[in-house]
Every structure is written in structure tokens, then in C-alpha cells.
């Protein structure tokens, strides 16, 4: 049966290929995408050949790509491989657009995600020319049933003067119903509060809205979403989940956090999912999460119902949990939200649920400042994604990391940040797999001498003492003692000689 019932836009549906030529060089395009689901799969891959065609021919063809974070080889890998990217917003893990990006051949914005939508309807972003959308369907009345992601799907459907979907039909139909896409947002003066008070509340409806009018073409798909597996948790992310338990429980015990916990937001990454699968087993029954990102562990809590429900804008599920998640679908709907990224992330929401917000992050200093994005200070890992949205509005902000990296030749317990995503105040928790160091209250020599003593690795620790030392006795003020001719040498150090280690 077609997933199309609007019989205008079932009368609009063409090739990816005829599809990908309405998009011409310099364009801006909206697509939708949030780590690895529901991105387009077919349009982007067409786009590609047509770039490539154009370049043979000595044509200048590149574009502007705007997505809800990051999305599958099929849409960035392929782009990028064409070099068919000049600019790229807002959170990108393509290899190949990283290593573009590093090597200062492609523009990159990396902006917090909940800020993306609300930039764009500022007319800061500039125009949108064409979004391309994947849908699970499209209803009798036009309106859009989303498929694994939300993302800015609602906004670049808005924003865009032309408009292509992509319906794919390898996404269950049993999606509908399942998102929460909520239409009350206003610019200032005209803002108003966001009427959600709690994880598993709907303000919204679960469609999305499209003018048919603006629809140039309608692509039929049947591909699968293509997240990455996740690593099985090792003896380091299973320490880090084991530390921030005993933390939870600490908490719990006196008194400042219920027993069921507040809602959880878990960002991207293998650390952040073995915590999940730490939860598993852990104390707390009746969990929410109000977070971005539905991963393996938050599916395999739903599953044994140590989660209650959970409210993301996307799934990130490994292949495996995608399969299964698809195969059960009916087990979970009613217990799984998906909202546009500017509210699954909103600030305001974020610090009145208040989240337990528990990130990744690449490397922190004694002080706490924490650097989520740049190795080295200026190769980009990934983005700052949604971190910074919840880390500064979160009721405790978590940042957690393996103490070392590459093979134990970096420290990221470092005496400075090589770049700063998040300002001590907004890092409450930094854990390692050494132990946890819990900062809220303190002043930053007492934040040193908790993150060195409980967080840095044995090998590095004698390096960090020795230099905070130095610091107390040589700086210029006491407030945050530092040697700034000093702060960096160990990433000059690992630049120059491929390690830390002095
Ligand atoms: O590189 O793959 O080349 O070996 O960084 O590191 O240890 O696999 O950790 O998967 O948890 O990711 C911060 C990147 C951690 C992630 C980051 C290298 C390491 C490896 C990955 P290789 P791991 P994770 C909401 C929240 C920002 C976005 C965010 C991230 C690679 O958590 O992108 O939080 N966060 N969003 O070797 C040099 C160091 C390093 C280092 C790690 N100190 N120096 N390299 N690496 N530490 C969700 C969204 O926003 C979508």
C-alpha cells in the first residue's frame, strides 16, 4: 500500500535523480538527519553524481548543508567525497567531512543544537533554499509522519521556498503517532513560555506541517537507517558507569535527588552507553529521561522497565537495536517521544525537568573547564551537539572520559582545556575511570586538587601536582593559579614527540 494518501504529492513522485536536480551550485539545503536515522537516503547519493558530473565538466557546484546533527555515509560521506560541501551546520562524525573540515577545505558552524532552529527562523542563517526531508508517509491531508528523527525537520519544512521528500517505506508505519512536534514557538517580543512541565508530556501534535504547494518532488525509498554498532562497554566505561552510580546513590541518599532519579540525558558516544547499561542493574527503578538521543542502553532500560518512557529527538540505535527496536515497535511506542530538536533540548525545559545531563567529553583541566569538540585544540572531533544545552541548564552537569587516550599518550586530565566548550560553571561532575570528582560549590584550587587526586591517571597525576604547584607559587593572582606559558606545553609535547608523557 503507498505511504502516500495526499493524491497531489503522490502525483509528484520522480527519481532521486530528477529530484536532485532542482538543487543547483551555491544553494543552502535543509535535510533532515540526526545521528544516523532519518536522514534522506537516496536524493543526497543522486546529488552526489550530478556534483561530480558538474565538476568533470569544469563546473563549480557546492552547497551549503544544514541537518538536525549527524547523519549516514549515504548523505555527509557522500557529499563530502565529491568535495560537494563548502559549508556545513550545526554537529558532523562523518570521517570524510572531518577530515575536510580539518584540512580548512570545508566552512564548518558548529552550534549548540536547541539554538540551530531558532537561528534559522531569526533569518541569521540566511535563506534556506531547498529541504530534503525523509518521512515515514505522508496523510490524506498533506501533513507528514516523521520518520527516526525530528531534528530541524519541522523548521526547514518551514523555512524553505522549495521542498523534496523522501518516503521510506523501510520505516514503520507504526511510527505515527509517536512524535510531538509542537508549533507554539514565537521570535521576541512575542515569545512565550514552553507549556511542558514533564518528560512524557505532549504539547504538540504528531505530524508535521508542509505546504503541498512547495513540494517540487516526492522520492519513494526503502533503506535502512545506518548507525555505527557501539562498542561493548570495557573495563574503563565500566568503571566510569560504576562511580557515577555510587554517585547517584549518594545523591539519593542525602536526599537530593528522589529515588526514581531526574529525568536523564545521556549524550553520544560508547561512554555514555555503557552508563546505560550500568543503570541496568542499578538501584533506581521508575527512570525518565528527557534527553536527545535514544541509544542501545536507554532501549535495553525501556526494555526491562527500569525506564519508564523517554523523550528524544532521534534514535541512535546500533543496527542490532535498530532491527529490534523496528521488530517490537508496538512494546515501545506509547513509552518513547520524539520532538524537534529545539525542544527535546530547550534550555528552559532542561533546567525546569532538571536533567541529569551526562556527557562525553575529550578532555578537562583541573579546574574543570571541559574541551568536547577540539583534539589538540584545533582538529574537530565531532560538535559541540547538544551538550552545551543541557550541561548549563541541567540540575547536575556530568562530564565523564577515559583518563587517558591513545594508548595512554594523552592525558585528558590536562592543566588547561586546548579549547573550551563548557566553563567550569557549567561542569558540576567530571568522572574518569580513576574516580569521581564532585566540584558543585567549590573554588578552583579546591576544584584542582579534587580533579588531579581523584580523576587524573596514576602516570599523570605526579605531573599535574608538580604543575599546579609551580602554579601556586609562580601566578601572576591565586584565584586560578596558571602558568600560561605552561598551560599548553603537553599538547605541544604530544604535537612535537607523539606523546604527553614528559
Ligand atoms: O578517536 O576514534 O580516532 O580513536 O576521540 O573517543 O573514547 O571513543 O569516546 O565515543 O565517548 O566520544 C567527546 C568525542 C567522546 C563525544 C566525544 C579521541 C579518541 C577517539 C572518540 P579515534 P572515545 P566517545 C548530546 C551530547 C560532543 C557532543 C556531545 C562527543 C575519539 O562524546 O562528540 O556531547 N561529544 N553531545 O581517541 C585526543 C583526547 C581524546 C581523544 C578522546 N583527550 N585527546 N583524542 N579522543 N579523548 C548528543 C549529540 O549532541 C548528538
Not at 528522589?258 to 543503570?279: D, F, K, T, W, Y
Amino acid at each position: 500500500m503507498s505511504r502516500i494518501a495526499h493524491p497531489g504529492l503522490a502525483a509528484n513522485i520522480t527519481t532521486a535523480e530528477h529530484a536532485a536536480s532542482f538543487i543547483a551550485d551555491g544553494m543552502a539545503v535543509g535535510m533532515s538527519g540526526f545521528t544516523g536515522s532519518g536522514y534522506p537516503k537516496a536524493v543526497p547519493i543522486a546529488l552526489a553524481a550530478q556534483i561530480e558530473a558538474e565538476h568533470a565538466a569544469g563546473k563549480p557546484m557546492r552547497l551549503k548543508v544544514w541537518t538536525g546533527a549527524s547523519t549516514g555515509p549515504e548523505l555527509d560521506g557522500a557529499l563530502a567525497r565529491v568535495d560537494g560541501i563548502s559549508a556545513r551546520l550545526p554537529y558532523n562524525s562523518d570521517p570524510i567531512a572531518r577530515e575536510k573540515i580539518n584540512a580548512g577545505e570545508m566552512d564548518y558552524v558548529d552550534l549548540h543544537l536547541s539554538q540551530v532552529a531558532p537561528l534559522a527562523w531569526e533569518g541569521f542563517l540566511g535563506q534556506l533554499d531547498v529541504a530534503v526531508i525523509e518521512v515515514a508517509g505522508v496523510r490524506e491531508d498533506g501533513s507528514l509522519i516523521p520518520s527516526t528523527s525530528v531534528g530541524n525537520n519541522k523548521t526547514w519544512l518551514d523555512c524553505a521556498k522549495r521542498v523534496i521528500l523522501e518516503v521510506n517505506s523501510w520505516q514503520n508505519p507504526a511510527l505515527e503517532g509517536m512524535h510531538d512536534i509542537y508549533y507554539g514557538t514565537a521570535l521576541p517580543p512575542n515569545r512565550v513560555p514552553i507549556p511542558l512541565t514533564a518528560p512524557d508530556q505532549r504539547i504538540g501534535q504528531p505530524t508535521l506541517r508542509c505546504d503541498p504547494h512547495k513540494v517540487i518532488a516526492v522520492v519513494e525509498t526503502n533503506a535502512p537507517d545506518r548507525n555505527l554498532p557501539f562498542a561493548a562497554p570495557d573495563a574503563s566505561a565500566r568503571a566510569i558507569a560504576g562511580h557515577l552510580i555510587e554517585f547517584f546513590r549518594h545523591e539519593v541518599g542525602k536526599g537530593r535527588l528522589p529515588p526514581s532519579l531526574l529525568p536523564l540525558q545521556s549524550g553520544v558516544g560508547n561512554i555514555a552507553n555503557a552508563v546505560l547499561a550500568g543503570l541496568m542493574t542499578a538501584p533506581f527503578e521508575n527512570l525518565t529521561a528527557y534527553t536527545e538521543v535514544l541509544q542501545d542502553g536507554m532501549l535495553d532500560l525501556l526494555a526491562n522497565g527500569k525506564l519508564r518512557m523517554a523523550s528524544c529527538t532521534a534514535f541512535s540505535l546500533s543496527p542490532v537495536a535498530a532491527e529490534r527496536l523496528n521488530a517490537d515497535l508496538d512494546r515501545f511506542r506509547d513509552r518513547i517521544l520524539l520532538r524537534s530538536q529545539e525542544i527535546s533540548n530547550h534550555p528552559e525545559v532542561v533546567r525546569r525537568l532538571g536533567c541529569l545531563a551526562m556527557n562525553g567529553m575529550i578532555e578537562a583541566d583541573i579546574y574543570g573547564n571541559v574541551n568536547s569538540t577540539h583534539v589538540m585544540g584545533s582538529r574537530i572531533q565531532n560538535g559541540i551537539g547538544g551538550s552545551g544545552d543541557f550541561a548549563r541548564n541541567a540540575y547536575i552537569s556530568i562530564f565523564m572520559s577515559p583518563s587517558t587516550a591513545k594508548g595512554g599518550a594523552i592525558s585528558a586530565i590536562v592543566p588547561h582545556v586546548s579549547h573550551v566548550d563548557h566553563i567550569a560553571q557549567d561542569v558540576q561532575v567530571v568522572v574518569t575511570e580513576q574516580g569521581l570528582a564532585d566540584l558543585r560549590g567549590l573554588a578552583p584550587r579546591k576544584r584542582a586538587e579534587l580533579v588531579i587526586e581523584n580523576c587524573a591517571h596514576p602516570d599523570f597525576r605526579p605531573m599535574l601536582r608538580a604543575y599546579f604547584e609551580r602554579a601556586l607559587a609562580g601566578s601572576y593572582g591565586k584565584q586560578t593559579p596558571m602558568l600560561p606559558g605552561e598551560a599548553l606545553a603537553w599538547h605541544q609535547r604530544f604535537i612535537e614527540t607523539g606523546t604527553m608523557r614528559g
